[in-house]
């Protein structure tokens, strides 16, 4: 089905209503806004739709009508992005988008990111474990839950070798909150006991020194078409925007071209962001998102809003043929 004939018309991000005022404003205007004028330029809309939003009749499973607040859209005219969202306060929401994505998929519509790699790409050791085999190696990780028996201590031998210091994550957070320094195993201990009161599991990656950068990689139909370069503020540990991190578009290094063609056959979406760390002398893999943001560095530069534009037009475009090509195939369920 060529591109302008296709039927789709609504984009549809199925998010956890969860933000505050402040904060759903301040991601509107770093990145949903623009998502919405570029959808718009595409003749398409653009949606954030909270998963119990999406009511299902399956009273003939022949025949399931989907409605989202009342409305109904059809696998022909709608698509979903499936990602998992778990910060904190959308943790309640977590199993419903789990089952909602399985229910949507054998509905039939079109799932750009597909439900079964939701947890793994939601996991960071889950990610690595996946990805081991790439030629940039994944940085070394150990995963710890938090759990009630924290007491008993019994993470110590998963921890016997980890080499300091070492860098506490949360295992499927994002944003880059919740990141901590630990010095020695008494540290990892405080560091757990605080994750503990969130029953958050960590992950404990070795710390590659001040000034490591972080390169993602937006890679759409499989092609690199930018990299976002992220560097730490003065003193911070790592980058990040709210501790005066820098952020720059920069060509992709050839160090990472051999990696960056493996991934997109490894993972053949049509949108996909993959972060490399940089410590000054070699690359580390980091992880992978499959509905990474699209930021932009420089607001007040006109090519650094062209590019940002550029790319998110890309990642829509390729969703559209991704839809085609699913009602080409005569997807099950499809209208």
């Given at each position: 089905m060529p591109e302008e004939t296709t039927t789709l018309r609504r984009m549809c991000w199925l998010f956890p209503d969860r933000e505050s005022t402040?904060?759903?404003?301040k991601w509107a205007a770093a990145f949903w806004d623009t998502y919405v004028e570029v959808a718009k330029e595409l003749d398409l809309s653009w949606d954030r739709v909270a998963p119990e939003a999406v009511t299902v009749d399956a009273l003939d499973p022949h025949?399931?009508?989907?409605?989202?607040?009342?409305?109904?859209?059809?696998?022909a005219d709608t698509l979903f992005v499936t990602s998992l969202y778990s910060l904190p306060y959308q943790a309640a929401d977590v199993f419903n988008q789990f089952t909602l994505y399985a229910?949507?998929?054998?509905?039939?519509?079109?799932?750009?990111?597909?439900?079964?790699?939701?947890?793994?790409?939601?996991?960071?050791l889950a990610t690595i474990l996946f990805l081991r085999d790439c030629p940039i190696p994944p940085i070394p990780t150990v995963r710890i839950g938090s759990g009630r028996d924290l007491v008993y201590d019994e993470y110590e031998a998963a921890i016997r070798d980890l080499p300091y210091?070492?860098?506490?994550?949360?295992?499927?957070?994002?944003?880059?909150?919740g990141i901590n320094l630990a010095r020695d195993p008494h540290d990892v201990r405080g560091l757990?006991?605080?994750?503990?009161?969130?029953?958050?599991?960590l992950v404990f990656?070795?710390?590659?020194?001040?000034?490591?950068?972080?390169?993602?990689?937006?890679?759409?139909?499989?092609?690199?078409?930018?990299?976002?370069v992220r560097t730490p503020g003065d003193g911070?540990?790592?980058?990040?925007?709210?501790?005066?991190?820098?952020?720059?578009?920069a060509p992709l290094p050839d160090e990472l071209t051999e990696a960056?063609?493996?991934?997109?056959?490894?993972?053949?979406?049509?949108?996909?962001?993959?972060d490399f760390l940089h410590d000054g002398e070699r690359f580390w893999l980091s992880e992978i998102e499959l509905d990474g943001s699209i930021m932009c560095p420089d607001p007040g530069s006109p090519e650094a809003v062209r590019t940002q534009r550029d790319l998110i037009r890309a990642r829509f475009e390729a969703y559209r043929r991704g839809h085609a090509r699913r009602l080409a195939g005569a997807a099950p369920g499809a209208a």
């Open positions: 402040r904060t759903g404003a025949a399931p009508k989907v409605h989202i607040d009342g409305e109904p859209v059809t696998p229910v949507l998929e054998q509905v039939g519509f079109y799932l750009p990111h597909p439900p079964a790699l939701a947890a793994v790409c939601n996991d960071k210091p070492a860098l506490a994550k949360p295992a499927g957070w994002c944003a880059s909150r757990l006991s605080l994750a503990q009161g969130g029953d958050t599991t990656q070795p710390y590659l020194g001040a000034g490591t950068a972080d390169y993602r990689v937006h890679l759409v139909d499989g092609e690199p078409v930018t990299v976002l911070a540990l790592y980058p990040q925007f709210t501790t005066g991190g820098r952020l720059r578009y960056v063609a493996w991934m997109a056959e490894k993972l053949p979406v049509p949108f996909l962001c993959v």
